[in-house]
């Protein structure tokens, strides 16, 4: 099963507060998913496909030691994919910090603050051939 999305823009959802591109905060008690997603996803722009920052961002969150990675990689790995998972489109990050995603052909990658001028390019169809989806609501109207 392929989870990843290509030539595909996420913008952020209709019902997102941010007004600029935020940086999502941890929690006293650690990492969040939307900061590790962030974190991850801003740091290597066009080097994650949606299935490999899912899989990078749980075995951070879970805090998966190396030396099990190394033992039992495959069947985490496995294990993680076996279950339903909500894709991108219901991140926090298009659905509550501002950013839009965009999946280049080879299903890579890259955040788009939603007040950049690339951000509206994509959203009036100014990259060609490329499929606009909206972020999940926040609630239901």
């Known amino acids: 099963m392929n989870w990843n999305y290509y030539n595909t823009f996420i913008t952020v959802s209709p019902d997102c507060p941010a007004e600029f591109g935020t940086v999502p905060p941890d929690k006293k008690g650690g990492r969040t998913k939307p900061s590790l997603e962030y974190e ?8 994650y496909t949606q299935e490999e920052l899912m899989y990078e961002v749980h075995v951070r969150h879970k805090e998966i030691a190396p030396e099990e990675l190394e033992a039992r990689g495959a069947e985490i790995r496995n294990e993680f994919f076996s279950k339903p998972k909500a894709c ?12 839009g995603i965009h ?17 509206h ?7 060609g051939n490329v499929i606009v989806l909206p972020g999940m609501r926040n609630s239901k109207k």
């Open 40 to 47: 991850l996803a801003a740091s290597r722009p066009y080097g």
């Open 121 to 127: 390019r994509f959203v009036e169809g100014g990259h």
């Open 88 to 99: 991108l489109r219901a991140s926090m990050l298009p659905k509550k910090y501002g950013w």
């Open 103 to 119: 999946f280049n052909e080879a299903g890579k990658m890259a955040l788009v603050p939603v007040e950049s001028a690339e951000y």
